[in-house]
């Protein structure tokens, strides 16, 4: 799954374009997993539910506890197409303190985190961090110049982050891992697992068969040449 965090103070195109981004990413079969909070993170779980994909939102409170009020109607409809997690108690309240906390459970359940628009201290930061201490792939969206939002993500690609502007290029980050272990895994597969796991398949057995050509090659190249037959007692030279 790819998680996706981002400031609340964000403009009507990066809106659209998470939000188109979570849409892709679903129809692939691609979980997106993110905050509850109203910006980034409501658009990209909006455009999970509106492609019938898989919406998972993680508190930094309580599941009693519907925060804040403007996602309210997310907070209703995730569970039915996904999940609302928690590592606190119910009745926890929201406080500034917990949400490092669950930055690092997205980060920890995420293949990859994309940073859609971080300022130089935004919480954002601290989930690509803890995301790169645990090996997960981390990706940036560039912005404009100047911009304070997009300082962030700015000095997260100069610092090896992969610059990503759409779903193909995020799908071109995380291809090696999706790839790992599927063979050893049944059916059914996501409609993005499908064709790339056949894909590798059939290379891997026109690897073989390539290899096993090659071997015969080599071995009839290396067999000694027939000597002739040594001449017969008396017979003249």
């Not at 993110?34 to 998972?56: I, M, N, S």
């Amino acid at each position: 799954q790819v998680g996706r965090v981002g400031v609340a103070p964000s403009t009507r195109v990066l809106f659209a374009w998470c939000r188109r981004l979570a849409r892709e990413g679903s129809k692939l079969g691609l979980p997106i997993l993110t905050g509850l909070a109203k910006g980034v993170d409501a658009q990209a779980l909006w455009g999970a539910l509106e492609a019938g994909g898989r919406a998972l939102a993680v508190l930094g409170s309580g599941l009693d506890w519907r925060y804040p009020k403007e996602s309210a109607r997310l907070y209703q409809e995730s569970p039915e197409r996904g999940a609302l997690i928690s590592e606190f108690p119910p009745d926890v309240k929201p406080h500034p303190s917990n949400f490092p906390r669950r930055n690092r459970v997205i980060a920890g359940l995420s293949l990859a985190v994309v940073v859609v628009e971080a300022g130089e201290r935004s919480g954002a930061l601290i989930t690509a961090r803890q995301a790169l201490e645990m090996n997960r792939e981390v990706m940036a969206l560039p912005g404009p110049a100047g911009s304070a939002g997009a300082r962030g993500g700015h000095k997260l690609i100069k610092s090896g982050a992969a610059l990503v502007e759409s779903m193909s290029e995020v799908l071109a980050e995380i291809m090696p891992r999706l790839l790992q272990g599927l063979e050893n895994r049944e059916a059914p597969y996501t409609p993005l697992e499908a064709p790339f796991l056949a894909d590798t398949i059939d290379e891997e057995q026109r690897e073989r068969k390539h290899s096993k050509a090659r071997q015969q090659e080599a071995d009839s190249a290396c067999r000694p040449l027939p000597q002739s037959p040594p001449p017969e007692s008396g017979s003249p030279e």
